[in-house]
Protein backbone atom coordinates (compact mmCIF):
# COMPACT_ATOMS: atom_id res chain seq x y z
CA UNK A 1 0.00 0.00 0.00
CA UNK A 2 2.93 2.65 0.57
CA UNK A 3 4.51 1.58 -2.10
CA UNK A 4 1.40 2.36 -4.15
CA UNK A 5 0.93 5.39 -2.49
CA UNK A 6 3.81 6.17 -3.13
CA UNK A 7 3.84 6.11 -6.56
CA UNK A 8 0.48 7.33 -7.12
CA UNK A 9 1.17 11.14 -6.69
CA UNK A 10 4.25 10.85 -8.78
CA UNK A 11 1.90 9.25 -12.14
CA UNK A 12 -0.37 12.33 -11.38
CA UNK A 13 2.99 15.00 -11.09
CA UNK A 14 3.87 13.11 -14.65
CA UNK A 15 0.21 13.38 -16.40
CA UNK A 16 0.45 16.73 -15.22
CA UNK A 17 3.49 17.77 -16.60
CA UNK A 18 2.12 16.14 -19.68
CA UNK A 19 -1.56 18.23 -19.77
CA UNK A 20 0.65 21.22 -19.35
CA UNK A 21 3.13 20.76 -22.22
CA UNK A 22 -0.03 19.75 -24.55
CA UNK A 23 -1.53 23.09 -23.50
CA UNK A 24 1.93 25.06 -23.91
CA UNK A 25 2.19 22.90 -27.30
CA UNK A 26 -1.33 23.86 -28.30
CA UNK A 27 -1.31 27.30 -27.24
CA UNK A 28 2.19 27.59 -29.24
CA UNK A 29 0.34 26.26 -32.33
CA UNK A 30 -2.21 28.49 -32.51
CA UNK A 31 0.18 31.57 -31.97
CA UNK A 32 1.45 33.15 -35.58
CA UNK A 33 4.68 35.02 -35.61
CA UNK A 34 5.01 38.74 -36.37
CA UNK A 35 4.79 40.47 -39.29
CA UNK A 36 6.31 44.23 -39.99
CA UNK A 37 4.37 46.02 -42.76
CA UNK A 38 4.88 49.23 -44.79
CA UNK A 39 3.02 50.66 -47.28
CA UNK A 40 3.84 53.62 -49.68
CA UNK A 41 0.94 55.01 -51.85
CA UNK A 42 1.32 57.79 -54.43
CA UNK A 43 -1.11 59.03 -56.29
CA UNK A 44 -1.42 61.17 -59.51
CA UNK A 45 -4.19 63.34 -58.44
CA UNK A 46 -6.19 63.06 -55.16
CA UNK A 47 -9.63 62.74 -56.90
CA UNK A 48 -11.23 59.30 -56.54
CA UNK A 49 -10.74 57.06 -59.46
CA UNK A 50 -14.31 56.06 -60.93
CA UNK A 51 -16.05 53.15 -62.66
CA UNK A 52 -19.13 52.66 -64.39
CA UNK A 53 -21.44 49.50 -63.93
CA UNK A 54 -20.18 47.11 -66.77
CA UNK A 55 -16.72 48.24 -66.56
CA UNK A 56 -13.87 46.17 -64.51
CA UNK A 57 -11.07 46.14 -63.28
CA UNK A 58 -8.08 43.30 -64.00
CA UNK A 59 -5.14 42.51 -61.47
CA UNK A 60 -2.31 41.01 -63.89
CA UNK A 61 1.54 39.75 -62.34
CA UNK A 62 4.11 40.75 -64.09
CA UNK A 63 6.37 37.35 -65.11
CA UNK A 64 9.24 38.57 -67.35
CA UNK A 65 12.02 38.76 -64.54
CA UNK A 66 14.62 35.85 -65.18
CA UNK A 67 14.97 34.90 -61.39
CA UNK A 68 11.35 35.31 -60.37
CA UNK A 69 8.00 35.73 -60.58
CA UNK A 70 4.92 37.27 -59.40
CA UNK A 71 2.85 34.72 -57.97
CA UNK A 72 -0.25 34.24 -59.34
CA UNK A 73 -1.55 33.44 -55.81
CA UNK A 74 -0.95 36.54 -54.50
CA UNK A 75 -2.63 37.79 -57.55
CA UNK A 76 -6.11 36.36 -56.69
CA UNK A 77 -5.53 37.95 -53.10
CA UNK A 78 -5.29 41.22 -54.27
CA UNK A 79 -7.85 40.48 -56.81
CA UNK A 80 -10.78 39.34 -54.01
CA UNK A 81 -9.17 42.05 -51.23
CA UNK A 82 -10.42 44.52 -54.20
CA UNK A 83 -13.54 43.04 -54.81
CA UNK A 84 -14.76 43.99 -51.67
CA UNK A 85 -14.38 47.45 -52.52
CA UNK A 86 -18.54 48.52 -53.62
CA UNK A 87 -18.84 49.54 -57.38
CA UNK A 88 -15.51 47.37 -57.99
CA UNK A 89 -15.83 44.44 -60.94
CA UNK A 90 -12.32 42.21 -60.74
CA UNK A 91 -11.94 40.05 -63.61
CA UNK A 92 -9.65 37.23 -63.04
CA UNK A 93 -6.30 37.22 -64.40
CA UNK A 94 -6.81 33.99 -66.11
CA UNK A 95 -9.77 35.11 -67.71
CA UNK A 96 -8.35 38.06 -69.06
CA UNK A 97 -5.02 36.43 -70.31
CA UNK A 98 -6.77 33.45 -71.99
CA UNK A 99 -9.18 36.08 -73.53
CA UNK A 100 -6.43 38.16 -75.06
CA UNK A 101 -3.97 35.16 -75.97
CA UNK A 102 -0.93 35.78 -76.83
CA UNK A 103 -0.58 39.75 -76.03
CA UNK A 104 -0.04 39.01 -72.13
CA UNK A 105 1.92 36.56 -72.31
CA UNK A 106 5.28 37.30 -70.72
CA UNK A 107 7.19 37.93 -74.03
CA UNK A 108 4.37 39.96 -75.44
CA UNK A 109 2.94 41.90 -72.34
CA UNK A 110 3.09 45.39 -72.35
CA UNK A 111 5.98 47.17 -70.01
CA UNK A 112 4.93 50.77 -70.62
CA UNK A 113 1.76 52.31 -71.25
CA UNK A 114 3.28 53.74 -75.08
CA UNK A 115 3.14 49.95 -75.66
CA UNK A 116 -0.35 49.44 -74.41
CA UNK A 117 -1.70 52.39 -76.61
CA UNK A 118 -0.29 50.56 -79.67
CA UNK A 119 -2.36 47.62 -78.71
CA UNK A 120 -5.49 49.28 -77.61
CA UNK A 121 -5.23 50.88 -81.29
CA UNK A 122 -5.44 47.67 -82.84
CA UNK A 123 -8.66 46.69 -84.20
CA UNK A 124 -8.13 42.88 -83.07
CA UNK A 125 -6.99 43.61 -79.22
CA UNK A 126 -8.35 47.01 -78.23
CA UNK A 127 -11.58 45.20 -79.58
CA UNK A 128 -11.43 42.43 -77.28
CA UNK A 129 -10.34 44.26 -74.71
CA UNK A 130 -13.03 46.77 -74.49
CA UNK A 131 -15.32 43.61 -74.78
CA UNK A 132 -14.22 42.67 -71.44
CA UNK A 133 -15.31 46.58 -70.39
CA UNK A 134 -11.64 46.68 -68.56
CA UNK A 135 -10.95 50.75 -67.37
CA UNK A 136 -8.33 49.83 -65.17
CA UNK A 137 -5.09 47.51 -65.51
CA UNK A 138 -3.14 46.91 -62.15
CA UNK A 139 0.05 45.64 -62.88
CA UNK A 140 1.67 43.55 -59.52
CA UNK A 141 5.65 43.23 -60.10
CA UNK A 142 7.48 41.76 -56.82
CA UNK A 143 7.54 37.73 -55.00
CA UNK A 144 8.39 36.36 -51.65
CA UNK A 145 11.65 35.41 -50.90
CA UNK A 146 13.56 33.76 -47.17
CA UNK A 147 16.45 36.12 -46.91
CA UNK A 148 17.64 34.67 -44.09
CA UNK A 149 17.35 31.28 -42.22
CA UNK A 150 19.06 29.78 -39.15
CA UNK A 151 19.08 26.44 -36.99
CA UNK A 152 17.63 22.63 -37.25
CA UNK A 153 15.59 20.71 -36.84
CA UNK A 154 16.32 16.67 -36.97
CA UNK A 155 13.28 13.86 -36.87
CA UNK A 156 13.75 10.38 -35.73
CA UNK A 157 11.94 7.22 -36.28
CA UNK A 158 12.20 3.76 -34.16
CA UNK A 159 10.40 0.76 -33.56
CA UNK A 160 9.12 2.62 -30.22
CA UNK A 161 8.15 5.31 -31.66
CA UNK A 162 9.62 8.47 -33.46
CA UNK A 163 9.88 12.29 -32.92
CA UNK A 164 11.90 15.24 -33.81
CA UNK A 165 14.34 17.76 -31.95
CA UNK A 166 15.65 21.19 -32.69
CA UNK A 167 15.10 24.78 -33.65
CA UNK A 168 14.83 26.25 -36.95
CA UNK A 169 14.12 29.99 -37.26
CA UNK A 170 13.71 31.90 -40.96
CA UNK A 171 13.18 35.46 -41.85
CA UNK A 172 10.78 36.22 -45.55
CA UNK A 173 10.32 39.51 -47.34
CA UNK A 174 7.86 40.66 -49.43
CA UNK A 175 8.01 43.30 -51.73
CA UNK A 176 5.63 44.48 -54.28
CA UNK A 177 4.39 47.17 -56.02
CA UNK A 178 1.56 47.78 -58.00
CA UNK A 179 1.07 50.39 -60.91
CA UNK A 180 -2.58 51.64 -62.36
CA UNK A 181 -2.60 52.06 -65.46
CA UNK A 182 -6.29 53.94 -66.62
CA UNK A 183 -7.25 52.66 -70.60
CA UNK A 184 -9.24 55.65 -71.04
CA UNK A 185 -6.86 58.50 -70.27
CA UNK A 186 -3.86 55.82 -71.05
CA UNK A 187 -2.29 57.38 -68.22
CA UNK A 188 -0.53 56.19 -64.32
CA UNK A 189 -3.15 56.90 -61.99
CA UNK A 190 -1.09 55.69 -59.12
CA UNK A 191 1.42 53.40 -57.23
CA UNK A 192 1.21 51.23 -54.20
CA UNK A 193 4.20 49.93 -52.74
CA UNK A 194 4.45 47.38 -49.96
CA UNK A 195 6.93 45.61 -48.32
CA UNK A 196 6.42 42.86 -45.26
CA UNK A 197 8.95 40.98 -43.21
CA UNK A 198 8.43 38.14 -40.56
CA UNK A 199 10.50 35.42 -38.71
CA UNK A 200 8.89 32.03 -38.86
CA UNK A 201 10.33 29.74 -35.77
CA UNK A 202 9.83 25.95 -35.68
CA UNK A 203 10.49 24.59 -32.22
CA UNK A 204 10.65 20.28 -32.05
CA UNK A 205 10.57 19.07 -28.44
CA UNK A 206 9.29 15.55 -29.50
CA UNK A 207 6.75 16.91 -32.10
CA UNK A 208 7.52 20.14 -34.13
CA UNK A 209 5.44 23.50 -33.88
CA UNK A 210 5.42 25.58 -36.49
CA UNK A 211 5.22 29.08 -35.88
CA UNK A 212 4.71 30.96 -39.38
CA UNK A 213 4.88 34.22 -40.21
CA UNK A 214 2.11 35.12 -42.63
CA UNK A 215 4.22 37.51 -44.66
CA UNK A 216 3.07 37.15 -48.11
CA UNK A 217 -0.97 37.32 -46.46
CA UNK A 218 -0.19 40.90 -45.04
CA UNK A 219 1.70 42.39 -47.88
CA UNK A 220 -1.92 41.24 -49.70
CA UNK A 221 -3.85 42.76 -47.38
CA UNK A 222 -2.04 45.97 -46.76
CA UNK A 223 -1.92 46.51 -50.96
CA UNK A 224 -5.41 45.43 -50.72
CA UNK A 225 -6.42 47.43 -48.57
CA UNK A 226 -4.44 51.02 -50.19
CA UNK A 227 -5.77 49.82 -53.85
CA UNK A 228 -8.83 49.58 -52.14
CA UNK A 229 -8.91 53.21 -51.22
CA UNK A 230 -7.78 54.20 -54.33
CA UNK A 231 -11.77 53.58 -55.54
CA UNK A 232 -13.30 54.89 -52.27
CA UNK A 233 -11.64 57.91 -51.09
CA UNK B 1 12.95 -32.61 -41.58
CA UNK B 2 16.06 -32.21 -43.60
CA UNK B 3 13.89 -30.80 -46.50
CA UNK B 4 11.64 -28.53 -44.41
CA UNK B 5 14.90 -26.76 -42.95
CA UNK B 6 16.04 -25.21 -46.46
CA UNK B 7 12.88 -24.28 -47.40
CA UNK B 8 11.75 -22.29 -44.05
CA UNK B 9 15.39 -20.48 -44.55
CA UNK B 10 14.74 -19.94 -48.12
CA UNK B 11 11.16 -18.32 -47.25
CA UNK B 12 12.37 -16.55 -44.64
CA UNK B 13 15.05 -15.03 -46.77
CA UNK B 14 12.53 -14.14 -49.50
CA UNK B 15 10.16 -11.46 -47.99
CA UNK B 16 13.05 -10.10 -46.80
CA UNK B 17 14.65 -9.53 -49.83
CA UNK B 18 11.42 -8.59 -51.63
CA UNK B 19 10.72 -5.75 -49.01
CA UNK B 20 14.50 -4.49 -49.86
CA UNK B 21 13.94 -4.84 -53.09
CA UNK B 22 10.42 -3.03 -53.11
CA UNK B 23 12.32 -0.11 -50.74
CA UNK B 24 14.83 0.23 -53.21
CA UNK B 25 12.50 0.69 -56.14
CA UNK B 26 10.29 2.93 -53.93
CA UNK B 27 13.82 5.13 -52.86
CA UNK B 28 14.50 5.29 -56.60
CA UNK B 29 10.87 6.35 -58.09
CA UNK B 30 10.70 9.19 -54.88
CA UNK B 31 14.07 10.69 -56.52
CA UNK B 32 12.71 10.14 -60.53
CA UNK B 33 9.94 12.80 -61.90
CA UNK B 34 7.89 11.74 -64.84
CA UNK B 35 5.70 14.17 -66.25
CA UNK B 36 3.42 13.86 -69.35
CA UNK B 37 2.79 17.43 -70.04
CA UNK B 38 -1.12 18.16 -70.10
CA UNK B 39 -3.79 21.19 -70.21
CA UNK B 40 -5.31 22.85 -72.52
CA UNK B 41 -4.84 26.14 -74.48
CA UNK B 42 -7.38 29.44 -75.02
CA UNK B 43 -8.34 30.22 -78.73
CA UNK B 44 -5.43 32.30 -79.91
CA UNK B 45 -6.29 36.02 -80.76
CA UNK B 46 -4.56 36.51 -84.22
CA UNK B 47 -4.83 38.01 -87.78
CA UNK B 48 -5.44 35.25 -90.52
CA UNK B 49 -3.31 35.20 -93.02
CA UNK B 50 -5.29 34.52 -96.15
CA UNK B 51 -3.87 30.99 -96.72
CA UNK B 52 -4.27 27.19 -96.21
CA UNK B 53 -1.82 24.84 -94.45
CA UNK B 54 -0.71 21.60 -93.89
CA UNK B 55 0.12 20.99 -90.62
CA UNK B 56 3.05 17.98 -90.53
CA UNK B 57 3.55 16.62 -87.44
CA UNK B 58 5.77 13.61 -87.78
CA UNK B 59 5.99 10.56 -84.76
CA UNK B 60 8.69 11.99 -83.67
CA UNK B 61 7.46 15.16 -82.64
CA UNK B 62 4.03 13.79 -81.97
CA UNK B 63 5.69 11.16 -79.04
CA UNK B 64 8.62 13.94 -78.03
CA UNK B 65 9.66 13.13 -74.39
CA UNK B 66 12.71 14.66 -72.80
CA UNK B 67 14.62 12.71 -70.43
CA UNK B 68 17.61 13.37 -68.38
CA UNK B 69 19.29 11.24 -66.02
CA UNK B 70 22.02 13.14 -63.88
CA UNK B 71 21.47 14.68 -61.32
CA UNK B 72 18.10 13.09 -60.97
CA UNK B 73 16.20 11.11 -63.49
CA UNK B 74 13.54 13.42 -64.56
CA UNK B 75 11.63 12.93 -67.97
CA UNK B 76 9.20 15.57 -69.66
CA UNK B 77 6.13 14.20 -72.70
CA UNK B 78 5.25 17.37 -74.20
CA UNK B 79 4.35 15.59 -77.65
CA UNK B 80 0.42 15.31 -77.69
CA UNK B 81 0.03 18.60 -76.16
CA UNK B 82 2.73 20.78 -78.47
CA UNK B 83 0.12 18.97 -81.30
CA UNK B 84 -2.73 20.48 -79.74
CA UNK B 85 -0.96 24.25 -79.72
CA UNK B 86 0.05 24.04 -83.01
CA UNK B 87 -3.43 23.02 -84.31
CA UNK B 88 -4.87 26.20 -82.15
CA UNK B 89 -2.62 28.48 -83.52
CA UNK B 90 -2.68 27.09 -86.99
CA UNK B 91 -6.27 27.26 -86.73
CA UNK B 92 -6.33 30.91 -85.82
CA UNK B 93 -3.76 32.01 -88.33
CA UNK B 94 -4.81 30.24 -91.18
CA UNK B 95 -8.02 29.87 -93.28
CA UNK B 96 -7.43 26.37 -93.19
CA UNK B 97 -5.60 23.58 -92.07
CA UNK B 98 -4.93 19.96 -92.59
CA UNK B 99 -2.75 17.49 -90.44
CA UNK B 100 -0.73 14.61 -91.54
CA UNK B 101 2.05 12.58 -90.08
CA UNK B 102 4.21 12.62 -93.67
CA UNK B 103 5.03 15.21 -95.84
CA UNK B 104 2.58 15.28 -98.40
CA UNK B 105 2.95 13.88 -101.56
CA UNK B 106 0.39 15.52 -103.53
CA UNK B 107 -0.17 19.23 -101.73
CA UNK B 108 -3.71 20.87 -101.44
CA UNK B 109 -3.15 23.37 -99.15
CA UNK B 110 -1.13 27.01 -100.10
CA UNK B 111 1.50 26.18 -97.92
CA UNK B 112 3.32 22.86 -95.56
CA UNK B 113 4.33 23.71 -91.88
CA UNK B 114 6.57 21.53 -90.19
CA UNK B 115 7.70 21.50 -86.81
CA UNK B 116 10.54 19.93 -84.98
CA UNK B 117 11.49 20.13 -81.07
CA UNK B 118 15.35 20.10 -82.10
CA UNK B 119 16.30 20.65 -78.02
CA UNK B 120 14.51 20.53 -74.25
CA UNK B 121 16.02 21.86 -71.22
CA UNK B 122 15.03 22.10 -67.65
CA UNK B 123 16.26 23.58 -64.62
CA UNK B 124 15.21 22.73 -61.79
CA UNK B 125 15.49 25.01 -58.11
CA UNK B 126 17.66 22.53 -56.75
CA UNK B 127 20.45 22.97 -59.77
CA UNK B 128 19.91 26.67 -59.74
CA UNK B 129 19.02 27.49 -56.60
CA UNK B 130 16.21 29.86 -57.85
CA UNK B 131 12.32 29.76 -56.97
CA UNK B 132 11.43 28.77 -60.24
CA UNK B 133 10.97 25.67 -62.26
CA UNK B 134 12.14 26.33 -66.02
CA UNK B 135 11.71 24.76 -68.96
CA UNK B 136 13.02 25.53 -72.46
CA UNK B 137 12.28 24.51 -75.48
CA UNK B 138 13.79 25.20 -78.93
CA UNK B 139 11.49 24.16 -82.39
CA UNK B 140 12.72 24.36 -86.01
CA UNK B 141 9.92 25.61 -88.22
CA UNK B 142 10.17 24.34 -91.54
CA UNK B 143 7.53 26.28 -94.24
CA UNK B 144 6.97 25.14 -97.62
CA UNK B 145 5.26 25.99 -100.63
CA UNK B 146 2.45 23.94 -102.35
CA UNK B 147 5.38 22.38 -104.32
CA UNK B 148 7.51 21.09 -101.56
CA UNK B 149 9.36 23.99 -102.01
CA UNK B 150 11.14 25.36 -98.90
CA UNK B 151 10.53 28.87 -98.21
CA UNK B 152 11.97 29.52 -94.85
CA UNK B 153 13.56 27.68 -92.23
CA UNK B 154 13.71 29.32 -88.93
CA UNK B 155 14.77 28.34 -85.11
CA UNK B 156 12.02 29.44 -82.96
CA UNK B 157 12.56 29.36 -78.67
CA UNK B 158 10.23 29.26 -75.67
CA UNK B 159 10.81 29.28 -72.21
CA UNK B 160 8.38 28.65 -69.52
CA UNK B 161 8.91 28.96 -65.24
CA UNK B 162 6.76 28.81 -62.40
CA UNK B 163 7.33 29.39 -58.98
CA UNK B 164 8.12 26.69 -56.50
CA UNK B 165 5.39 26.62 -53.93
CA UNK B 166 4.80 24.48 -50.53
CA UNK B 167 3.63 21.27 -51.35
CA UNK B 168 3.18 21.42 -54.85
CA UNK B 169 5.23 18.60 -56.25
CA UNK B 170 7.81 18.55 -58.91
CA UNK B 171 5.27 16.84 -61.43
CA UNK B 172 2.61 19.63 -61.12
CA UNK B 173 5.35 22.60 -61.14
CA UNK B 174 7.24 21.12 -64.21
CA UNK B 175 3.78 20.58 -66.18
CA UNK B 176 3.33 23.83 -65.48
CA UNK B 177 6.46 24.85 -66.77
CA UNK B 178 5.63 23.11 -69.68
CA UNK B 179 2.45 24.93 -70.14
CA UNK B 180 3.77 28.15 -70.26
CA UNK B 181 6.88 27.53 -71.95
CA UNK B 182 3.97 25.78 -74.96
CA UNK B 183 2.01 28.84 -74.64
CA UNK B 184 4.82 31.40 -75.25
CA UNK B 185 5.67 29.14 -78.47
CA UNK B 186 2.54 30.08 -79.66
CA UNK B 187 2.71 33.86 -78.85
CA UNK B 188 6.36 33.64 -80.42
CA UNK B 189 4.92 32.12 -83.78
CA UNK B 190 2.23 34.21 -83.72
CA UNK B 191 4.17 37.43 -83.36
CA UNK B 192 7.13 36.42 -85.49
CA UNK B 193 5.67 34.48 -88.28
CA UNK B 194 5.49 37.85 -90.49
CA UNK B 195 8.77 38.74 -89.32
CA UNK B 196 10.96 36.06 -90.74
CA UNK B 197 12.45 37.47 -93.83
CA UNK B 198 11.99 34.73 -96.49
CA UNK B 199 8.32 34.49 -95.07
CA UNK B 200 7.74 38.51 -95.25
CA UNK B 201 9.45 37.99 -98.96
CA UNK B 202 7.03 35.00 -99.80
CA UNK B 203 4.26 37.03 -98.18
CA UNK B 204 5.06 40.37 -100.09
CA UNK B 205 5.04 38.18 -103.47
CA UNK B 206 1.80 36.83 -102.86
CA UNK B 207 -0.21 40.16 -101.80
CA UNK B 208 1.35 41.71 -105.34
CA UNK B 209 0.60 38.28 -107.06
CA UNK B 210 -3.32 38.63 -105.68
CA UNK B 211 -3.14 42.18 -106.28
CA UNK B 212 -2.44 41.17 -110.13
CA UNK B 213 -4.70 39.02 -110.10
CA UNK B 214 -7.45 40.96 -108.44
CA UNK B 215 -8.67 43.96 -110.97
Same mark, same amino acid.
Given at each position: ?18 ? &? ?17 ? #? ?6 ? +????? +????? #?? #? ?17 ? &? ?6 ? $?????? $? ?5 ? !? ?22 ? $? ?43 ? !? ?8 ? !? ?12 ? #? ?5 ? +? +????? &??? $? ?9 ? !???? &? ?10 | ?38 ? =? ?122 ? =? ?25 ? =?????? *? ?16 ? *?
Amino acid at each position: MKRLFCKRPATGRHSQVVF &ITLIALLLLSTVSACTTTT #VDEYRESP +SQLTM +SENET #VV #VLGRRHAGDYETEPKFIDC &IGESLNKA $PAVTVL $PETTFVD !ALYPWFEPRTAPLGLRRLEKMLAD $PLIGQRIRQHGVHYMIWVDGSTTTTDKDGSVSCAIGPGGGGCFGF !ATWEKTASYE !AIIWDLEQLDERGR #VKVNAKG +S +SYLIA &IGA $PIPIIAQVQDK !ACAG &IGKQLRAFFTE | MTTVAPNLKTSSKLPVKLLLAICFVISLSGCATHVEVSG =TFPKPLSRQYPFTTTLVFNEDFRSYRFENLVPREVSVAVGDTQVQLFQAVSGSMFKGTEVRDLMPKNVTTDLIFKPTVTDVQIAMPYETQLKVFEVWIKYKIELFDHNSELIAAWVMPAYGKTP =TRFLKSESDALNQAAMVALRDAGANLI =TSFGNV *PQVKAWLTTQSAKEAVLT *P
